[in-house]
């Protein structure tokens, strides 16, 4: 069963602005992830955030995770046109990943 | 860092032969290999998990005659589609998780997907 679900999302901004997309889950974790899938291509791992962290940055990319309501979001700073993908955060547990439904976001240059 | 190498990248074949898709890590051992299976616009669905030299473990629902999973190495996973039909139309995805020290995302690493299309 997916644990991680994002709000259905399909975002579309100019070059420069900021993007948010957020996920939700059901169950306790360790840690949650975010993956960007490109079109037709495989995952590529973008941040990983533990249990015990609220807040973590990497680059342009800054992650909150908030046990409590069971959320995390995903805020892209500065978009650039390459930053358009799907982007899906995951959930670990008993040696497997489930993914949530994943957020389209197109950049427009 | 830790590379998966999927290969075909896409495929076509007639409705009843069977396709086989490699998913190998190239740079590290992958104790543990998943398949997923996803629809357009849609998110991954994980079709079963791989231990080296055991039986995979299929989730509910995925016919384990129809999707062959092979784990004979640490560096090799298959998957055999058999019998396709055009309904197993998919992009299938593997991933590898493995013991390389200083893997940051918790050992989850993907290949760049098979886009199958049975016709």
């Known amino acids: 069963s997916q644990q991680g679900e994002e709000d259905p999302q399909a975002l579309s901004i100019q070059e420069g602005e900021n993007a948010t997309m957020n996920c939700s889950y059901k169950?306790?974790?360790?840690?949650l992830q975010w993956y960007r899938q490109n079109s037709g291509r495989g995952l590529v791992h973008l941040i990983l955030?533990?249990?015990?962290?609220r807040e973590k940055h990497s680059g342009r990319l800054r992650v909150t995770l908030d046990t409590s309501k069971k959320s995390s979001s995903l805020l892209i700073t500065a978009s650039r046109a390459a930053d358009t993908a799907s982007y899906f955060c995951?959930?670990?547990?008993?040696?497997?990943?489930?993914f949530g439904k994943g957020n389209q976001v197109v950049v427009i240059p | 860092g830790a590379v998966v190498s999927q290969h075909p990248s896409w495929v076509i074949c007639k409705s009843g032969t069977s396709v086989k898709i490699e998913c190998r890590s190239l740079?590290?051992?992958?104790?543990?290999m998943f398949w997923y299976r996803q629809f357009p616009k849609q998110s991954l669905m994980l079709m079963a998990t791989?231990?080296?030299?055991?039986?995979?473990?299929?989730e509910q629902g995925v016919e384990k005659d129809k999707f062959l999973i092979n784990h004979a190495s640490l560096t090799l996973s298959t998957l055999t589609v058999t019998s396709a039909h055009p309904e197993d139309s998919s992009f299938y995805i593997c991933?590898?998780?493995?013991?390389?020290?200083?893997?940051?995302?918790?050992?989850?690493?993907f290949g760049s997907g098979t886009r199958l299309t049975v016709v």
């Open positions: 791989s231990n080296e030299g055991s039986k995979a473990t299929y």
């Open positions: 955030i533990r249990s015990n962290e």
């Open positions: 169950t306790s974790i360790n840690n």
């Open positions: 740079d590290f051992q992958a104790t543990t």
């Open positions: 991933s590898a998780r493995g013991t390389l020290p200083g893997q940051i995302n918790y050992g989850y690493t």
């Open positions: 995951a959930t670990g547990g008993n040696n497997r990943l489930a």
